[in-house]
């Protein structure tokens, strides 16, 4: 499936602590490397496009579909890919192949190459770049608690990105 760089995502976001580390690892990996900075995120849904106002309703309604839960963060890897260069792996739980299977159903969407990840630094970089980074590291999170589920919108041609708007999830 061809990427539509001018879309709309489902994402859910690190509480305020993890954050900011996350948000800091994004900012010093942009700032060496030249790479586009974004805020910290794990996109549940993405690509999509609609009347914002649809969307939001669609979004508000799958936010009492679901449940809060804990997403669990694993190891740092990388792939030869723009949007997927340098990235934490997620664990594909079973509260999270849910909230994926219900969002998928609410905004009529169907994507099999899903890889649940939180990405670190977006480019073009050779692997050597990328395993080094890795041995430098350090500490990251090692879980998510997710309360909330943000309609963000993307514009992959500028390197922008925007949540329109936020919704808790029940609890």
Known sequence: MKRNPNSYSLWFMPCKEQNIILENKIETLANQYGG????????????????????????EDLSKKIRSFEIILDQVRYLNEFFRSLFIEIKFSEELKLARNTAAKEFRWEDKNYIPHLSLMYGNYNNQIKTDIIKTMGTLPRYLKVNKIHLAHNDEINFKWKVIESFKINN
């Open 36 to 59: 586009p900075k974004f805020v910290p995120h794990i996109t549940l849904l993405g690509g999509f496009v609609d009347d914002e106002s649809i969307l939001l309703k669609k979004t």
